[in-house]
Antibody
Framework: QVHLQESGPGLVKPSETLSLSCSVSGYSISSGSYWGWIRQSPEKGLEWIGNVFQSGSTVYNPSLRGRITISVDTSTNQFSLALKSVTAADTAVYFC?????????????WGPGTLVTVSS | DIQLTQSPSSLSASIGDRVTITCRASQSIGDYLNWYQQKPGKAPKVLIHAASNLHSGVPSRFSGSGSGTDFTLTINSLEPEDFATYFCQQFYSPSPYTFGQGTKLEIK
């Protein structure tokens, strides 16, 4: 059974970089699949941030492109999110997810989520 | 971006009722639509994928239908554990994938 767990600081200062990691257990990232990040806030609802394939190729949400980097580390079976130049609008619960096949792509499973607050 | 509009935004129902939630896409997306259930403080869980496919382990009282721009999620004979918020999500266009705003199902 695949399990995902987010980790990282819960408080980030404005203009700094938000960095989160997602540890994957029960499945080797090297085996394939896309791995994604989604965030949720009362203001914007659920927002897909982007994903990374095992090879390192990425697809990003155009609204965040230029500020985000998603990377994968097959040696530690983790993938990561870096969001730079954060503002209060980036305050949200951040989830990591396993994505499905391109022709039947649903998010399953999800990590439990981690709240990140942007504040000085 | 493909916009998904759910209706209603909230809904009150009783145990045993049948409820229907709709999701309308701003353009045709074939059957590239999923439904999720989210309970307070928890991550969403997939219920239906590709419009009408029941995800493994999900009770058969949940069903999905539709294609193109109009989709429905139906819950037959509501159980106490079904009171939650439901979201639709499209995977027709990955730039970006988008979600509906959610439908909160409350007990009457």
């Amino acid at each position: 059974q695949v399990h995902l767990q987010e980790s990282g600081p819960g408080l980030v200062k404005p203009s700094e970089t938000l960095s989160l990691s997602c540890s994957v257990s029960g499945y080797s990232i090297s085996s394939g699949s896309y791995w994604g990040w989604i965030r949720q806030s009362p203001e914007k609802g659920l927002e897909w941030i982007g994903n990374v394939f095992q090879s390192g190729s990425t697809v990003y949400n155009p609204s965040l492109r230029g500020r985000i980097t998603i990377s994968v580390d097959t040696s530690t079976n983790q993938f990561s999110l870096a969001l730079k130049s954060v503002t209060a609008a980036d305050t949200a619960v951040y989830f990591c997810v396993k994505e499905g096949a391109v022709v039947d792509n649903y998010f399953d499973p999800w990590g439990p989520g981690t709240l990140v607050t942007v504040s000085s | 971006d493909i916009q998904l509009t759910q209706s209603p935004s909230s809904l009150s129902a009783s145990i045993g009722d049948r409820v229907t939630i709709t999701c309308r896409a701003s353009q045709s997306i074939g059957d590239y639509l999923n439904w999720y259930q989210q309970k307070p403080g928890k991550a969403p869980k997939v219920l239906i994928h590709a419009a009408s496919n029941l995800h493994s382990g999900v009770p058969s009282r949940f069903s999905g239908s539709g294609s193109g721009t109009d989709f429905t999620l139906t819950i037959n004979s509501l159980e106490p554990e079904d009171f939650a918020t439901y979201f639709c999500q499209q995977f027709y266009s990955p730039s970006p994938y988008t979600f509906g705003q959610g439908t909160k199902l409350e007990i009457k």
